[in-house]
T-cell receptor, first 115, second 111 residues
């Protein structure tokens, strides 16, 4: 297992287009998280899943954002009708719940630029 | 609010000097986690503190959790250029696994 994998690494899109990102977590991890990070800021929580169930979604997330985790494995994050303010690094992380905590493992992220 | 504040925002040190970043919350924390993000990289988990007054060490890094569980610190002894990056503390809220990141401290080390 090579860790959390995110694709694509970079995405440039025109305003108004839809984009979809994919995250493949560490296989035995049951929790998966999406964060957004802009330059000079800390990661901002978007949503998270336990297995296939979406447990929480940030109130900051507009209806243009949707995430899925079918079958509790990989996850996709879709942004519809992109806006310039959506430009950011989108980070995925996974973790395993249990007695001992090993932290969140983050992927390398997908950098979105909306032009 | 829910976010934890970190100070300083930036720190430039000469290699070999010590460095400390502080994390403060207005509410009691159930736990505190620390992450390091290298320039151009992604956050990497360093440690989690859970107990009041807890102190943990990782080589040159010392992590502390305050007695009141409202603050935490990360101290690096004799910094090296490999310590360059942004250090984030992060909290989870009670009854949720959502991780809220602090504002971060960017460390620059000059050789």
């Amino acid at each position: 297992d090579t860790g959390v994998s995110q694709n694509p690494r970079h995405k440039i899109t025109k305003r108004g287009q839809n984009v979809t990102f994919r995250c493949d977590p560490i296989s035995e991890h049951n929790r998966l998280y999406w964060y957004r990070q802009t330059l000079g800021q800390g990661p901002e929580f978007l949503t998270y899943f336990q297995n296939e169930a979406q447990l929480e979604k940030s109130r900051l997330l507009s209806d243009r954002f949707s995430a899925e985790r079918p079958k509790g494995s990989f996850s996709t994050l879709e942004i519809q009708r992109t806006e310039q303010g959506d430009s950011a690094m989108y980070l995925c992380a996974s973790s395993l719940t249990g007695q001992r905590f090993y932290g969140y493992t983050f992927g390398s992220g997908t950098r979105l630029t909306v032009v | 609010g829910q976010q934890v504040m970190q100070i300083p925002q930036y720190q430039h040190v000469q290699e070999g000097e010590d460095f400390t970043t502080y994390c403060n919350s207005s509410t009691t924390l159930s736990n505190i986690q620390w992450y390091k993000q290298r320039p151009g990289g992604h956050p990497v988990f360093l440690i989690q503190l859970v107990k009041s007054g807890e102190v943990k060490k990782q080589k040159r890094l010392t992590f502390q959790f305050g007695e009141a569980k409202k603050n935490s610190s990360l101290h690096i002894t004799a910094t090296q250029t490999t310590d360059v990056g942004t250090y984030f503390c992060a909290r989870t809220l009670y009854n949720t696994d959502k991780l809220i990141f602090g504002t971060g401290t960017r460390l620059q080390v000059f050789p």
